[in-house]
Nanobody, 125 residues
């Protein structure tokens, strides 16, 4: 069992930066692929970024590539999402997620086993 708790959301002006953190419980955190997803009002939950446990390889949605950076610190059981050059369209509730099976598709929300409660990010224009 893994419990995830996000923090770091808030209100920022367009062009600004925010850093999100996701603290995980459980001794096997280092063996989970971690992902960040977001959901805007009236829209489906969408993939933002992922980082693999086995080799640290990272993946990004095209909409955030070059602006967002995902990283993890296994010693601290924490995954991060640094968001720069934020745009109003980045406004959403951001969720971190964990999956134990690297064979599952990292881009699909239903492939993840555990989810945090979400943190609101609002970017004003």
């Amino acid at each position: 069992q893994v419990q995830l708790v996000e923090s770091g959301g808030g209100l920022v002006q367009a062009g600004g930066s925010l850093g999100l953190s996701c603290a995980a419980s459980g001794r096997t955190f280092s063996r989970y692929d971690m992902g960040w997803f977001r959901q805007a009002p009236g829209k489906e939950r969408e993939f933002v970024a992922a980082i693999m446990w086995s080799d640290g390889k990272t993946f990004y949605d095209d909409s955030v590539k070059g602006r967002f950076t995902i990283s993890r610190n296994n010693a601290k059981n924490t995954v991060y999402l640094q968001m720069d050059s934020l745009k109003p369209e980045d406004t959403a509730v951001y969720y971190c997620a964990a999956k134990s099976d690297s064979g599952r598709d990292k881009l699909l929300a239903y492939e993840y086993d555990y989810w945090g409660q979400g943190t609101q990010v609002t970017v004003s224009s």
